[in-house]
């Protein structure tokens, strides 16, 4: 008996001992955050987090807030608007009818503020180790505390852009201190200076601390002040005071090479091919970007445009399917069918085939799309930039001068080489010299054809055609395609991700420098400035002026001074509203760079805006200043009710 | 903690030190039992306390060898009334007299067994001669036995989730805890029907509570058969069935014919096929379905010991091609009396295989589909025909056929217990056990798509791809208890305690590669693919622990047949929860009152056998949350930046860490009232239960900033549900010969959103069940606080336009269209949670032969007709319609694809679930010892009455917190089963 319970005893004992009561986790895939801090790769290790965090929010969520509400690339839903429809997430963008409950303005608040957690909580942890602990000096640990704070300004200025006044100002980490919306108790406008004062001082703050020149990847001097001239250029509509002649003093330091020496470069292309981190000296900064190890890349740039076909267009296997879903804005309205006019639908007969990515296929029928040449020429449709429109907005195609080589459809080899930037006509494999590529949906059967027009010429979904169109029906043709970046042969052995994502270049610079000089009144320089950028797009006879309108027939003069379809002669502010467009067309900040500076994203005039109605969907046929600035999502005011809506959403 | 610990210790040793063993070397009884007629066949002799025992044979003589002069010898047979004696007392010749007192059945509850008087909880157990016939698995084998038990059962009749008492947690989960042979958190699918013994349904809080952190769903124990015969003798059962499904006929769509017609109008492409059904029968089956179970089990007993071995093996002959499955499994029980009795082992093993090569596919969507589309187009490398339409849209056989796949599932588990008598007399029983158990399962998954398949080709631009995935976890479980049984004339005590630790850890991994040049290598060579020389391969492991530890006690006192009472109390911790709240108490009481043996009962006693009136209270834990969750952590972020020349991975912070994160809570009063009328003909029991959970986790909008992420689990907010639960059950002779029984429950549930969040997260309702709708995705369930759970927001139907759109009301009194939906104008349109759940059995039996009948429904919900909303009306765009679409609704013509209340129907149904006819053939001796042969034919899905539209109303999902959604497009099949049982 004594032997069991001796037994019985050791038992229990055991049980105690082997801490068959301790409930501590041991993570085998995570990191204990208290302790992560180790060494120099720990900290450029949250460094490379951070960078990618924003390159991510950047290529999507604020690709889609300042593009997609602008007047030249929107979202379209075809096949009888039932698909890219998605729930509308992104039409509401387009059509300026987006609420505090809208996806994306809740997602992009929320992308927003993990990049600035992370950089709060980098900077937070980074200052309370000793340098030597982790075997650095305490200058590089400042410089890497530098370089974060420089970069949650950038990280900042980008949900500020959207939200304005009514975002809140907080470095803490500190979880049970909620923070209270920067114009809480005050103006919306003074919530708007704080935050420019604020990220005007860091930026000053760590300018010295930061490096001049180095990798394009990295924040340097000159992504400090290129942030900043951003800010002081739009200081007028940020915080009601206008800034402009700091702005240009700036620009002009920037431009004479006191922050690093950088140049405009003769050829465009080098701006986005493959080597542009290495090759590029335009480039002040661009988020890194690799087949392997960073897909992010120029993804969203061309993605959302492409056909499901594209890549037999380009010769290429590109890893990552095409969406169909965005478009280039029409320059046309329909007072004509450009797919009529322009394509015979011959039925070819039952036993034809095509190909599809290297195997015979058949389909039956077939049809071969044909062009008629004349499409255009005829010009059946109006044009938006003439009259009775006259816009000086949207209509992109068209208001560029058409001997701009970005214009030639795109075109690429196996040494990597490549240009042209808009999808238009009728679409052939191999750079528009093999057989006619099929369109899907609505037009399944047919050639692939895009036109500058969005409608529903065939009425499906019950929706018959009309004159002027929002982009709810577009069919799937509707809208030329852009593709900014270059899609890379395969056998050229580069891939459509190796190009970085260019961010700020000094093209930018010289582009502020010109709206400066033109606002001080000084048109002929900032015609001059301006000029000094667009003449890598023309050949030199086309530039000094030749030939004859392919059009009109009638003589052309130079590049240089031709005024674009719609504009008057003289370099005004339209004018440079329109360069601002055509030079950074689909880099991710037309509203902000442009419409809003110009006073036109609400009220301005492009496309469908107050020219159709929509039962139901609330199209603002008039324009309406509320959108200026996006609401706070009701998420966020739900889950912390010291943040302020902006009152335009009241 | 300490303190606790120190003071079991000397509780144990205390024990243990006051054993005193018994020298002697057993005691034998013998004897020969009878009835008023004639000897009783069958009848066990046990020695209380201990798995010695045999039964009565043929003339009703046992012998037994027990292990002392004073030991307590305990004879019963169902329909008897139990007697016992001290071994020295016993008579040589004994009556048994007939129950005519409530059955005095044993119930198995969490850690041991209870006589089913001695309950004041809600327990339900359901015994293997009651089990439904020809059930596929466990669940399907006690569908409509249990009120308050919901199972959801799929197009063939075969439960396919279930929950007790309805939903309360959002985000815990709402699954019982499935108990099996006291393994916590074992598998249902580990144990072959025919080894099932009986399951027990523990439903309040008082029952459940004794699991702690694991008892807010309720619980399901499931005990196996054990090893039982006379000694020496091996019984050999075998118990099969074949069972083939006869499909209902399809939704009534056009034809390929009326199609062509029809699509003039339409103007759907028509690509060329003109073969009627031409995708049913290219995926059909070619042999017919059929599902075959083999068991077989072997069970013997020695003088000291007894055992069973049962093998089992499953083919599935699936309504598809290329998607057959089998499984093999055995489990062996073995129990052994060593040390002059005092110890006993019991040991089981049980080893279960799944194989399964081929794909998956459904043809319940082709009527449908285009029926244009060709299948086969011989000028494509696989044969298939390939959509031309740039869609992502695939060729559905090309997808059964073309693919390979393979998959396999181990699972193992072994349980071993050890079971000391540290204290035996005629009055008091003390015995001590430690069981360790663990179950190891693996499972790998292996596929490869050729480079002839057009998804491969066309639309990712890889040429075959292959990939190899596989999961280990195993479950570690050690329990030790000390179970003390007093009994001593009108008092009986019954004490158990103990402590338990489970542990799990589970590996995985899993890669892809792609683009390979030969297609013969399948996964076989994954390094050969160029993806993973291009970086674009695919390759993931992970690892995760998490444990759960408690101590536990409880305690039942019974005194006379007037009153028994209740309590236990768990302590637990599970390494899931925060920091700050790592442990937690689970405490119950429960009390029942047989109230018809009072003496002021006595003039009832004519009529009323039994009256009982119990109550109970008890808290349970609901383990919610996924392990890691609580701490703060930095983990790879799968991104990379490219630094000082080199491309250097992210890492950061991974989740808003929640140091607070704990345990759901549940809080179940229970009252209920057991009854037995009419000389027992009539028993039942009627039960009013109040189940309000709290703390629930919830995923909320984590305020940004300062978090750093949007979103975080807290426990917050709480649920409550209230329902009532009636059982009845009429059973009588019509002859000797002729037997029959009534049995029904009903149940009636109110479950609702009490609260959600508080003062510093706010949130004020709940959204459910993703919809669709303009510019934020559209959900169809929203509950406020106190808002039945199934309540669904949208637009309220008003008559439709001229142009053949739906119209909806609108909140300023007008009317809209589709197109004009605003969120405002959205209402609460209906309820899809059935208030009324309830069955009916009967039962006939006459001589040998047997004959049943289930039914079942559930009442008082909407159910929204999918198949309306997307096949019904002319206006839709889908490519093949309802012939009743023109029918009923040819005013429809435009696309009203949209929350309108018009696809909202009422859903109330019954249907026959299930018939059985039987008849057993008793042998007498022969030279097999062939005893006994049992055949049935069971079917199952036979109809259902409704009035709802859509497709078979039960194969809707009536459980969980998005309930009653119909599927568009459902399979519906009658099952029938022909089954063998023989006993040698």
């Given amino acids: 008996m004594k032997k069991i319970s001796i037994i019985l005893s050791v038992l229990f004992a055991g049980l105690a001992a082997t801490s068959c009561f301790d409930m501590e986790e041991h993570p085998f895939t995570l990191l204990d955050a208290g302790n992560y801090f180790s060494d120099e790769a720990a900290v450029k290790q949250v460094i490379a987090n951070i960078y990618a965090q924003e390159q991510g929010d950047l290529s999507e969520l604020y690709w889609y807030a300042q593009e997609l509400s602008a007047d030249q690339i929107a979202w379209r839903s075809w096949n009888g608007g039932s698909w890219g429809w998605d729930s509308g997430d992104k039409f509401v963008l387009s059509t300026h009818t987006w609420t505090p409950l809208s996806n994306y303005v809740n997602r992009i608040w929320n992308g927003a503020w993990t990049a600035i957690g992370l950089c709060n909580n980098f900077i937070d942890d980074l200052s309370s180790i000793d340098a030597s602990s982790i075997g650095i000096t305490d200058a590089k640990k400042e410089a890497y505390i530098a370089e974060v704070r420089a970069f949650r300004v950038y990280c900042y200025y980008n949900v500020f852009e959207v939200f304005g006044g009514v975002i809140p100002l907080t470095t803490s980490t500190d979880t049970s201190i909620l923070p209270e919306s920067a114009c809480a108790g005050t103006t919306f406008e003074e919530g708007c200076r704080k935050i420019c004062d604020w990220m005007e001082s860091e930026l000053d703050e760590t300018l010295a601390a930061l490096p001049v020149g180095g990798s394009v990847n990295r924040v340097n001097q000159a992504f400090n002040r290129v942030l900043k001239m951003r800010i002081l250029l739009n200081s007028e509509i940020f915080t009601g005071t206008a800034r402009f002649s700091e702005c240009k003093n700036l620009a002009k330091e920037i431009l004479d090479g006191k922050y690093g020496s950088y140049r405009i470069v003769d050829k465009y292309q080098d701006i986005y091919s493959y080597n542009n981190d290495t090759n590029c000296p335009e480039i002040i900064f661009a988020f890194s970007s690799d087949l392997i190890y960073n897909k992010k890349s120029t993804n969203m740039r061309n993605g959302p445009f492409m056909s499901y076909v594209f890549m037999n267009y380009f010769d290429t296997t590109q890893r990552h399917a095409g969406w169909n879903c965005t478009c280039t804005t029409p320059s046309f309205d329909n007072s004509s069918d450009f797919y009529a006019q322009c394509v015979e639908n011959v039925q070819v007969g039952a036993d034809t085939t095509y190909r599809s990515n290297g195997t015979i296929r058949s389909i039956t029928p077939i049809y071969e799309a044909r062009v008629i040449k004349e499409m255009y020429d005829k010009e059946l449709a109006k044009c938006f930039l003439d009259p009775p429109y006259n816009d000086k907005l949207g209509a992109v195609h068209e208001r560029f001068d058409p001997r701009d080589i970005r214009l030639l459809p795109p075109y690429g080899d196996d040494s990597g080489n490549w240009g042209g930037m808009f999808l238009e006509g009728v679409m052939r494999e191999h750079y528009g010299t093999g057989d006619v590529q099929m369109a899907d949906a609505d037009r399944n059967g047919m050639g692939l054809v895009y036109v500058d027009q969005v409608g529903n010429f065939q009425g499906k979904g019950n929706h018959p055609v009309q004159i002027v169109e929002n982009p709810r029906w577009g069919e799937t043709n509707s809208g030329l395609r852009t593709a900014k970046y270059p899609y890379y042969t395969t056998n050229s052995g580069f891939d459509f991700c190796d190009p970085d994502v260019v961010e700020f270049r000094l093209a930018e610079v010289v582009y502020t420098y010109a709206e400066c000089l033109l606002r001080e009144g000084n048109a002929a320089e900032a015609k001059n400035q301006v000029n000094s950028v667009r003449k890598r797009y023309f050949s030199d006879a086309d530039w000094n002026g030749s030939g004859v309108h392919p059009t009109t027939g009638k003589a052309l003069i130079g590049a240089k001074d031709q005024a674009p379809r719609g504009f008057s002669d003289a370099f005004d502010m339209d004018r440079m509203l329109s360069e601002w467009g055509l030079e950074f067309y689909d880099e991710g900040h037309r509203r902000r760079t442009d419409l809003r500076r110009f006073d036109k994203f609400t009220q301005g005039q492009w496309w469908f805006f107050g020219r159709t109605t929509e039962t139901g969907y609330d199209l603002p046929a008039k324009r309406d200043r509320k959108y200026e600035w996006y609401p706070i999502p009701q998420r966020a005011l739900d889950a912390n009710h010291g943040l302020v809506q902006n009152p335009n959403y009241e | ?984």
């Fill in chain 2, 1 to 984: 903690m300490k303190k606790l610990l120190t003071f079991l210790t000397g509780v144990a040793v205390f024990l243990a030190a006051s054993v005193h063993m018994s020298a002697q070397n057993g005691y034998e009884v013998r004897g020969v039992i009878s009835d008023a007629i004639g000897p009783v066949v069958g009848a066990s002799v046990i020695e209380r306390g201990t798995t010695n025992g045999t039964a009565t044979g043929p003339d009703g003589d046992y012998v037994l060898r027990v292990s002392s002069a004073r030991a307590v010898v305990e004879i019963s047979c169902i329909g008897y009334q139990t007697v016992t004696y001290v071994a020295s007392e016993l008579p040589s010749r004994l009556t048994l007299q007939e129950d005519t007192e409530m059955i005095d059945e044993t119930v198995v509850v969490g850690y041991g067994t209870l006589n089913k008087k001695e309950i004041s909880s809600s327990v339900v157990s359901v015994k293997s001669e009651d089990f439904n016939k020809a059930a596929p698995n466990a669940m399907t084998l006690i569908v409509g036995k249990v009120a308050g038990l919901n199972i959801d059962t799929n197009a063939s009749g075969n439960a396919s989730g279930y929950q007790i008492r309805g939903a309360t947690s959002i985000n815990g989960g709402n699954s019982p805890l499935i108990v099996v042979d006291g393994i916590i958190g074992g598998s249902l699918s580990d144990v072959a029907t025919q080894d099932i013994e009986s399951i027990s349904v523990l439903k309040d809080g008082a029952s459940a509570a004794i699991y702690g952190t694991r008892g807010a769903n309720g619980v399901i124990l499931v005990t196996t058969k054990k090893g039982s015969g006379t000694t020496g003798r091996v019984r050999v059962t075998y118990d099969s069935y074949v069972a083939t499904q006869i499909l209902h006929k399809f939704p009534e769509t056009f034809s390929l014919d009326e199609w062509l017609e029809l699509n003039e109008s339409r103007g759907k492409a028509d690509y060329g096929n003109r073969v009627e059904n031409a995708y049913y029968k290219a995926l059909k089956n070619d042999k017919p379905y059929y599902d075959l179970n083999q068991h077989i089990t072997l069970a013997g007993s020695t003088a000291k010991s007894n055992y069973s071995l049962s093998l089992t093996y499953t083919d599935n002959n699936a309504l598809t091609k290329n998607s057959d499955s089998q499984s093999y499994s055995a489990r062996f029980q073995m129990n052994q009396k060593m040390l002059n009795d005092i110890v006993e082992s019991s040991t089981v093993a049980n080893i279960r295989a799944n194989v399964s090569e081929g794909n998956s596919a459904s043809f319940a969507g082709t009527p449908f589909s285009n029926p244009t589309v060709p299948v086969y187009d011989e000028s494509t490398p696989t044969g298939y025909y390939w959509p031309t339409s740039s869609t992502g849209s695939t060729n559905s056989v090309e997808n059964l056929m073309v693919p390979i796949n393979k998959s396999h599932s181990t699972s193992l588990t072994f349980q071993q217990d050890i079971k000391v008598k540290l204290f035996q007399n005629p009055y008091h029983l003390l015995t001590t056990n430690a069981n360790a158990s663990f179950r190891y399962n693996s499972s790998y998954s292996h596929s490869y798509t050729p480079s002839t398949m057009q998804t491969a080709q066309m639309w990712n631009n890889w040429a075959g791809s292959a990939s190899l995935g596989s999961n280990n976890s195993l479950s570690r479980s050690f329990e030790w208890l000390v179970n003390y049984n007093f009994q001593k004339t009108d008092h009986t005590i019954k004490a158990v305690g103990g402590y338990s630790y489970n542990d799990s850890v589970n590996e995985s991994m899993n890669m892809t590669n792609r683009d390979f040049q030969y297609d013969q290598f399948l996964w076989y060579n994954i390094g050969s693919g160029t993806y993973l020389k291009d970086g674009q391969a695919s390759m993931s492991s992970g690892k995760g622990f998490n444990k759960i530890a408690g101590v536990f006690g409880r305690v039942t006192y019974s005194w006379k047949n007037l009153f028994t009472a209740t309590a236990s109390l768990r302590y637990e911790g599970s390494s899931k929860f925060g920091k700050n709240k790592k442990y937690g108490y689970f405490p119950a009481v429960s009390a029942a009152w047989t109230i018809s043996n009072m003496p002021f009962m006595a003039g009832t006693r004519s009529w009323l056998d039994e009256l009982r009136f119990r109550a109970s209270y008890g808290v349970t834990g609901r383990n919610a949350g996924s392990d890691y969750a609580s701490l703060s952590t930095y983990a790879s972020k799968g991104s990379n930046y490219y630094m000082d020349g080199e491309w250097v991975p992210g890492y950061g912070i991974n989740r808003n860490a929640n140091p607070n994160l704990g345990w759901e809570t549940a809080v179940v009063y229970d009252y209920g009232f057991d009854f037995e009328l009419f000389k027992r003909r009539l028993s039942g029991s009627i039960e009013y239960f109040d189940r309000r959970s709290e703390d629930l986790l919830y995923t909320y909008t984590a305020p940004q900033p300062p978090y750093v992420y949007s979103t975080i689990q807290l426990n917050l907010g709480s649920t409550s549900n209230k329902g009532v639960e009636l059982a009845l059950n009429w059973r009588d002779n019509i002859t000797k010969d002729l037997r029959y029984s009534i049995s029904g429950t009903y149940s009636f549930s109110d479950a609702r959103l009490v609260s959600i969040g508080n003062d510093v997260y706010a949130a004020s309702w709940v959204d459910l069940g993703s919809a669709g709708g303009l510019g934020s995705s559209d959900t169809r369930f929203r509950l406020y606080e106190d808002t039945r759970i199934g309540s669904l927001r949208g637009f309220k139907y008003a008559g439709y336009t001229d142009d053949g759109q739906l119209l909806h009301e609108t909140a300023d009194g007008g009317t809209a269209t589709k197109t004009g939906v605003k969120d405002d104008d959205k209402v609460f349109i209906g309820n899809t949670l059935p208030k009324h759940s309830f069955s009916l059995n009967l039962t006939l039996n006459y001589k040998t032969w047997d004959l049943s009948v289930n039914g079942r429904g559930l009442a008082g919900m909407d159910i929204w007709n999918s198949q309306l909303q997307s096949y019904g009306y002319p206006g839709v765009s889908a490519e093949n319609l309802l012939k009743s679409a023109y029918e009923k609704y040819p005013y429809l013509t435009a696309d009203n694809n949209y929350l309108n209340s018009f696809f909202l129907e009422k859903g109330d149904w019954f249907k026959i679930e299930r018939i059985s006819v039987g008849k057993a053939f008793n042998f007498k001796k022969n030279k097999l010892n062939f005893e006994r042969l049992y055949l049935y034919l069971a079917a199952t899905n036979l109809l259902t009455l409704t009035g709802f539209t859509g497709v078979d109303p039960s194969t809707v999902s009536s459980i969980g917190l998005e309930p009653g959604i119909s599927g568009s497009t459902s399979l519906y099949a009658s099952r029938v089963t022909f089954g063998v049982t023989a006993q040698f």
